[in-house]
């Protein structure tokens, strides 16, 4: 099994990823039978998972800092460099940025690694429209960084706009930025998984789950999927 099959299994046991039968609105609008969230790694062993399925990629983007933006991606960021370092001996730097400025004490918006002539590479938990990655990267810009790439958790692969032939939300950054965005998973490896747990060898009940779970997916990205 995939790297990013085991990922998306152990998301669904720790109901990072749920399947909604009933639907949940997305920032978007859309009605979506799926949901990622970080949120559920929330202990040291689960935070580790999420960081060695992100690690896995970061080793090859050749970076100096990863940042992450608040607020789930500070984390990400942390116990990523950790990763990096313990198991590839990569040693990077990590930041983040606060809300806005502080005027007293440690001052400025910056935490952490300086980004200044440093490639950056920003991570974080998943990427919908791109807005608030744009803004991320314009910060790294401001302070003197060099966007490397992004790496997220989760791609929805979804289209930015309702358009037959609409890129993904990653599609059109990386497109616009000229840099690439990078995801320890994907809606194509959740579909497989699903498809492994409709075909395979547990309960009655648990294949039945599987078979619903993905028509629900499936039919989603028929809708919504990207070219």
């Not at 949120?39 to 050749?62: T, V």
């Not at 918006?109 to 998943?126: M, Q, S, T, Y």
């Amino acid at each position: 099994m995939s790297a990013a099959k085991d990922f998306v299994r152990y998301a669904l046991a720790r109901e990072a990823i749920k399947i909604i039968p009933g639907g949940m609105k997305l920032v978007s609008g859309r009605i979506s039978p799926y949901y990622f969230n970080s949120g559920p790694f929330d202990k040291g062993a689960s935070i580790r998972e999420l960081a060695k399925a992100c690690a896995a990629i970061a080793q090859d983007m050749q970076t100096d800092v990863l940042f992450g933006p608040p607020m789930k991606g500070i984390p990400l960021a942390v116990a990523t460099a950790y990763e990096l370092y313990e198991r590839h001996d990569i040693n990077v730097g990590y930041a983040f940025n606060r809300p806005k400025a502080k005027d007293h004490g440690d001052q400025g918006l910056i935490l952490g690694h300086p980004l200044k002539g440093k490639r950056v590479c920003i991570i974080d938990n998943v990427i919908t429209t791109g807005g608030t990655l744009d803004e991320t990267a314009q910060l790294v810009h401001n302070e003197g960084g060099i966007l490397a790439g992004v790496i997220i958790a989760f791609d929805r692969q979804e289209r930015v706009t309702d358009g037959a032939k609409s890129a993904s939300a990653t599609q059109d950054f990386e497109a616009r930025h000229g840099v690439p965005v990078r995801a320890a998973a994907t809606c194509d490896d959740l579909i497989a998984v699903l498809g492994d747990i409709a075909e395979g060898f547990g309960p009655n009940e648990e294949k039945e789950w599987g078979r619903n779970a993905l028509a629900l997916v499936l039919e989603y990205k028929k809708k919504y999927g990207a070219v």
